[in-house]
């Protein structure tokens, strides 16, 4: 009897079908398994299929909770035993547990705990370095003072940041760059800086680094202030008008005496005899070029405000008198900053 021929064609799709309705029902069963096992899993932890907004708002208060509860612990350690251990060190890299604040609050414009620790661990260091027993009553009394220091090194940092955007000075990469090449050079290479730093101070070549940038934007700033003409007008009016004095006939010894502000001060102003590449650029520039018993007119300098009366000549060399009266430098600024500032310290060394 002949065969269909459309009889296994006929079968292999009914097998097909049956094949493929038994994959569907396995997948089918495989995925209602895993679904209810990752439900099963939820509820395990007291979570429903769905929103459940009783939930979420407990998770987000434990969250909050156990935030709270860090951030307390790890206060407690800090501003009541002042804790340096490992932890603690940790936890401050994270979280900016303040120290002081200038013309700021607890949240910006902060000095913190992590820069104080890392202050006073490269002091102890170096004291260390030096043979020094840190646990000697003299070295402990000396360290307690310094660290009150470091808590106003650090405020001065703040005011020399916050000046600094005020004048837009800043460090530029290149600048960075070259100043640390060049300091490298002169102690010997990289190897014997990094043996160096790190056996006195503790520091990475990036600490290194840091401490560089802060030191060129301190002299950057520094030369704004003492150029800052608002700055130093009162010290160029004074400077003047001892000048029209020693113009007028008034003596100059007696004027150097009276109203100088360096050391030379008790001798009339006297310098002595010098010669060329001893004094300041511009004051040795203004001296030469001055006759004897000749006044110069107001001269400034990195120092301030000179004038300059030249009392001898002897071949390459001249002797002069000097009066100065001092412009606005860093140190005086920084002290009548920090008197205007709103300074606020928050943890006690």
Known sequence: MPKDPDIKGKNTKSTNKKVQSTKVSKTSKASGKANLNFQQKLQKFGIKHGRNKKTITMVIVGVVLAIILLLTTFGILIYKYKSSARAVKIISKVIPYPVASVNGNILWNTATYNQYLFELASIQKFYQSQGQNLNDPASKEKLKQL???????LEDNLIIQQAAAKYKVSVSSKE????????VQNAG???KVKQTLN?????????????????????????KILNDPSLNAPA??????ILKQAQGGADFAELAKKYSQDGSAANGGDLGFFGKGQMDPEFEKAAFSLEKDQVSGVVKTQYGYHIIKVTDKNGDQVRASNILIKGVDLNSWLQDQRNKANIRQYFQP
């Open 236 to 241: 160029q009016a004074q400077a003047q008008d």
């Open 189 to 191: 290479g990289i190897d």
């Open 199 to 223: 056996s006195l101070y503790g520091w990475s070549i990036d600490d290194f680094k840091a401490k560089i940038k802060d030191s060129l934007l301190q002299k950057k700033l520094a030369d």
């Open 176 to 183: 960075l760059t070259d100043q640390f090449n060049q300091l």
């Open 147 to 153: 660290e009150n220091e470091i808590i106003g090194q």
